[in-house]
């Protein structure tokens, strides 16, 4: 819980799947956002070369506060699973804060 004035730590994490398709990180993007506090950006791929059988995505950046209700994270999770379970495991790494 904060209170004015107080500064709450984020955690970044960046996500990626080589191969999903765009409207599917878009979906999931939808529904992380849905979890209070949560914000979702989308980075684009830098690859000099376009490739159909690989994502447009690069990678997905997860933001929430590091106090977030253990809930909320349980949902974060259980969203995440789902979308591994249907289409692969997810690369994932964590962001420190600068």
């Known amino acids: 819980m904060t209170t004015p004035g107080t500064v709450t730590e984020l955690i970044t994490e960046c ?5 999903l398709p765009l409207a599917i990180y878009r979906e999931v993007a939808a529904h992380l956002q849905q979890v209070p506090q949560v914000q979702v950006e989308l980075e684009l791929r830098r690859s000099p070369k376009f490739n159909y059988f690989h994502s447009q995505i690069g990678e997905m950046h997860l933001r929430y506060p590091a ?7 349980q949902q974060i999770e259980a969203i995440l699973s789902f979308y591994a379970g249907r289409y692969g495991a997810w690369q994932r790494d964590s962001v420190t804060p600068e």
């Open 15 to 19: 996500l990626r799947q080589e191969d």
């Open 67 to 73: 106090d977030l209700p253990q809930g909320d994270r």
